[in-house]
């Protein structure tokens, strides 16, 4: 099982332009979540998803929309990407909310100039 | 809102000394989770806390949830090199949404 795989790895953006961030899993789990992580900082959720065709903001939604339409994919979509969203973006999953614990993947690194 | 603090931001230890991370949360909570994170890597899950007074052990990790349930530590005993990294606390209360605190960066002089 590859459990959560993200693409690209590495993407430079220049502001303005859009992309996708994809993220897919393996687990069968109905949670899955964005997160974005700047320099030395903690982890800011951006949306979650309950299941499919259920998705929830986070604390930091502006500037990104998602969209789940099975279970397996949960991808990250930024429009007029800006220098304030270069960071780190991870996705996990989990099978519950409440109990059991978050896998993440291996992250995307975005820089915006 | 839920407010979390975790203390100390940094700790550099001499290795096989203990380390000591602290979580403390303004609201009382449902669970609490603790995760790890190696340098350039994505953060682990290591362990859940549910119950009051509750105290878990992985090898020389110990971990304990407040009678309160409102704080919660993570000690190692005799840190390794393969301690390194950050450890973040994630607590959980239906009042509010997903967080993760700041994280406690651990660096150790071998």
């Known amino acids: 099982n590859a459990g959560v795989t993200q693409t690209p790895k590495f993407r430079i953006l220049k502001i303005g332009q859009s992309m996708t961030l994809q993220c897919t899993q393996d687990m069968n789990h109905n949670y899955m979540y964005w997160y974005r992580q700047d320099p030395g900082m903690g982890l800011k959720l951006i949306y979650y998803s309950v299941g499919a065709g259920i998705t929830d903001k986070g604390e930091v939604p502006n500037g990104y929309n998602v969209s789940r339409s099975t279970t397996e994919d949960f991808p990250l979509r930024l429009e007029l990407a800006a220098p304030s969203q270069t960071s780190v973006y991870f996705c996990?999953?989990?099978?519950?909310?409440?109990?059991?614990?978050?896998?993440f993947g291996p992250g995307t690194r975005l820089t915006v100039l | 809102g839920q407010q979390v603090m975790q203390i100390p931001q940094y700790q550099h230890v001499q290795e096989g000394e203990d380390f000591t991370t602290y979580c403390n949360s303004s609201?009382?909570?449902?669970?609490i989770q603790w995760y790890k994170q190696r340098p350039g890597g994505h953060p682990v899950f290591l362990i859940q806390?549910?119950?009051?007074?509750e105290v878990k052990k992985q090898k020389r990790l110990t971990f304990q949830f407040g009678e309160a349930k409102k704080n919660s530590s993570l000690h190692i005993t005799a840190t390794q090199t393969t301690d390194v990294g950050t450890y973040f606390c994630?607590?959980?209360?239906?009042?509010?949404?997903?967080?993760f605190g700041s994280g406690t960066r651990l660096s150790i002089r071998p």
């Open positions: 609201t009382t909570l449902s669970n």
């Open positions: 996990a999953t989990s099978p519950g909310q409440v109990f059991g614990g978050q896998f």
């Open positions: 994630s607590p959980y209360s239906s009042a509010s949404k997903i967080i």
């Open positions: 806390l549910v119950k009051s007074g």
